[in-house]
T-cell receptor, first 109, second 114 residues
Framework: KNEVEQSPQNLTAQEGEFITINCSYSVGISALHWLQQHPGGGIVSLFMLSSGKKKHGRLIATINIQEKHSSLHITASHPRDSAVYICAALPDSNYQLIWGAGTKLIIKP | GAGVSQSPRYKVAKRGQDVALRCDPISGHVSLFWYQQALGQGPEFLTYFQNEAQLDKSGLPSDRFFAERPEGSVSTLKIQRTQQEDSAVYLC????????????FGDGTRLSIL
């Protein structure tokens, strides 16, 4: 079992739909990253959070430390949101991120 | 610059050649990380610098891989006698003081070994 698991692995939705991507982890962490990667592109850090909820534009990230679970939500999804979304856990006292396998999101117009 | 800059963006080399990949972190960022991302896989940690000191190189896959950051800013990842399994995207990230800060990633260098 991987220490960081994401679901779903693939997600296809229509423009405008509300999107949820889930991330569960089994290790103690100091923070959790959500990142976005476009095909052939680099990685963009969306959020780093250690508690509660963060919002940036149409993106919302939440984390429940007790349940070791985080979600990334996209409201009013748009085709330009199509990308791979990755969660990565920053373990306690360690700088080596533990990466999830990524969720490939496709938003159809 | 405004973000982490990596060059070249694409590199094609013949098996056995040496390659050098460059990373320009965000100005003032103390920590610098190198990752290797194989096709369809998540990034794998290679090495970590704090200023000019290479504090961890445990992820470097072999002694053909070498990284340096001599003045605590620009870093170079060198791969000697390249092999086909070295083909991957090499990502660089930096952050401010302390490793437990958000990492800012570059666009990566896509290395193809023929």
């Amino acid at each position: 079992k991987n220490e960081v698991e994401q679901s779903p692995q693939n997600l296809t939705a229509q423009e405008g739909e509300f999107i949820t991507i889930n991330c569960s982890y089994s290790v103690g962490i100091s923070a959790l990253h959500w990142l976005q990667q476009h095909p052939g592109g680099g990685i963009v850090s969306l959020f780093m959070l250690s508690s509660g909820k963060k919002k940036h534009g149409r993106l919302i990230a939440t984390i429940n430390i007790q349940e070791k679970h985080s979600s990334l939500h996209i409201t009013a999804s748009h085709p330009r949101d199509s990308a791979v979304y990755i969660c990565a856990a920053l373990p306690d006292s360690n700088y080596q991120l533990i990466w999830g396998a990524g969720t490939k999101l496709i938003i159809k117009p | 610059g405004a973000g982490v800059s990596q060059s070249p963006r694409y590199k094609v080399a013949k098996r056995g050649q040496d390659v050098a990949l460059r990373c320009d972190p965000i100005s003032g960022h103390v920590s610098l990380f190198w990752y290797q991302q194989a096709l369809g896989q998540g990034p794998e940690f290679l090495t970590y610098f704090q200023n000019e000191a290479q504090l961890d190189k445990s992820g470097l896959p072999s002694d053909r891989f070498f990284a340096e950051r001599p003045e605590g800013s620009v870093s170079t990842l060198k791969i000697q006698r390249t092999q086909q399994e070295d083909s991957a995207v090499y990502l660089c990230a930096s952050n401010q003081q302390g490793w437990n800060q958000p990492q800012h990633f570059g666009d990566g260098t896509r290395l193809s070994i023929l």
